[in-house]
Structure formats: C-alpha cells, structure tokens
C-alpha cells in the first residue's frame, strides 16, 4: 500500500556533491517524519538527518555543516544536498518514513530499498 524510494545515488569524487530524493507513494493519510539513513560495509545503519512534518531537522555530527535535509509536503518526497563529500561517506543510504495510512490508524514505519552513495578519494 506505501512505497518508499530512493534514487540519486551514484560515484562521486571526494569534494564532490551528490542529492539523494525519496519519494513515498501510496495510501498515505499523513507523514510525521521522514529520515536518511546509511550503513557501510561491516557497520550498523546510522542516522544521517530527519525532518519532521513541522520542518524542524536533525542532523548526525559527523554531516552537520556538509548535509541539508529538505521535504515537499505537497510531493511526500524527502531530498539530503550532499555537499564536501568524503571517502567515509561511502554507504548505502536508506529512507526511513513515519506514516499514517488513515485518519484513525496508527503511525507505521516504512523502509526504502537504499541507494548505493561511493564516494572515491
């Protein structure tokens, strides 16, 4: 009923910029939050940044400065500007969304299926 997907992905030179969207799609009655996730080879996933359906965001220290997280309410898609990208940076990075499929649901939690981010130094 919701689909979450992610695209934008890619192979990037160090210093370089990439713009990952995630566009959920579906039965949605509302979306509470919406976040980025990464998980490089051998790590646990991470969070990246998050934006809430009031605007506010939330950004992990070590993107803070080099990461802007930004929605479309009207589209219920999410965008992460990459900026001064490092090696480290390599991951796959996830969408993660907080929705609400009716007015008298409960909110669920729904998963993209990643886009590769490489990031070449």
């Known amino acids: 009923q919701v689909e979450v997907v992610e695209s934008g992905g890619g192979l990037v030179q160090a210093g370089g910029s990439l713009r990952l969207s995630c566009a959920a799609s579906?039965?949605?009655?509302?979306?509470?939050?919406m976040y980025w996730y990464r998980q490089a080879p051998g790590k646990q996933r991470e969070l990246v940044a998050g934006?809430?359906?009031?605007?506010?965001?939330n950004y992990a220290d070590s993107v803070r400065g080099r990461f802007t997280i930004s929605g479309d309410n009207a589209k219920n898609t999410v965008y992460l500007q990459m900026n001064s990208l490092k090696p480290e940076d390599t991951a796959v990075y996830y969408c993660?969304?907080?929705?609400?499929?009716?007015?008298?649901?409960?909110?669920?939690?729904?998963w993209g299926q990643g886009t590769q981010v490489t990031v070449s130094s």
């Open positions: 993660y969304a907080i929705i609400r499929l009716g007015p008298e649901r409960p909110f669920g939690n729904y």
């Open positions: 579906g039965s949605i009655f509302s979306i509470n939050a």
């Open positions: 934006i809430a359906s009031t605007g506010s965001t």
